[in-house]
T-cell receptor, first 110, second 114 residues
Framework: GEDVEQSLFLSVREGDSSVINCTYTDSSSTYLYWYKQEPGAGLQLLTY?????DMKQDQRLTVLLNKKDKHLSLRIADTQTGDSAIYFC??????????FGSGTRLLVRP | NAGVTQTPKFRVLKTGQSMTLLCAQD?????MYWYRQDPGMGLRLIHY???????AKGEVPDGYNVSRLKKQNFLLGLESAAPSQTSVYFCASSYDGTGNTEAFFGQGTRLTVV
């Protein structure tokens, strides 16, 4: 079945760029997602990319998809302290069930 | 549009007690999920359902049971709570049958078993 993996922790300085990486095993995903979880809250959709795209830009967010290597990344430009959160990538298996990674905790230092 | 609603938001149980967590969604989603989230462990799937009347085991199903008698509700039961079940529980729903698989999450239930 689908397996989605992420690194657990990333620390950056305010104003720098953050890059959060994710690898997945099942290539049947039509969409790949990034979710954000702020402290004490549930996950909320941050952005997504359609599987036939290799890049999507949305304001400070850039999603890169390398289908050959099954690698997804989320770049946050000009990272702010409000971006401190846990970021989850997610893909679908062949029956549309979502599979989440373990989450990457992003800490933004002033 | 309420999205996904979990009740209760907080609960303290004594070891051996039972309880049911309720998840309700109003988006006509086919799939519903129960996760637990522990520090440093990310999200772990407990059980899920791909439609009314169906349930399936996830990654960590032991000690939990679920039911999906109505499409909009997914119940998670703890028959005999243990301290190891202290966690934050999240319900989610997804897939409206048209190919849209975006998931929506509830706000979580913080459960402490003493």
């Amino acid at each position: 079945g689908e397996d989605v993996e992420q690194s657990l922790f990333l620390s950056v300085r305010e104003g720098d760029s953050s890059v959060i990486n994710c690898t997945y095993t099942d290539s049947s995903s039509t969409y790949l997602y990034w979710y954000k979880q702020e402290p004490g809250a549930g996950l909320q959709l941050l952005t997504y990319i359609f599987s036939n795209m290799d890049m999507k830009q949305d304001q400070r967010l850039t999603v890169l998809l390398n289908k050959k290597d099954k690698h997804l990344s989320l770049r946050i430009a000009d990272t702010q302290t409000g971006d401190s959160a846990i970021y989850f990538c997610a893909g679908e298996d062949s029956s549309y069930k979502l599979i989440f990674g373990s989450g990457t905790r992003l800490l933004v230092r002033p | 549009n309420a999205g996904v609603t979990q009740t209760p938001k907080f609960r303290v149980l004594k070891t051996g007690q039972s309880m049911t967590l309720l998840c309700a969604q109003d988006m006509n989603h086919e799939y519903m999920y129960w996760y637990r989230q522990d520090p440093g462990m990310g999200l772990r799937l407990i059980h899920y359902s791909v439609g009314e009347g169906t349930t399936a085991k996830g990654e960590v199903p032991d000690g939990y049971n679920v039911s999906r008698l109505k499409k909009q509700n997914f119940l998670l039961g703890l028959e005999s709570a243990a301290p190891s079940q202290t966690s934050v529980y999240f319900c989610a729903s997804s897939y409206d049958g048209t190919g849209n698989t975006e998931a929506f999450f509830g706000q979580g239930t913080r459960l402490t078993v003493v």
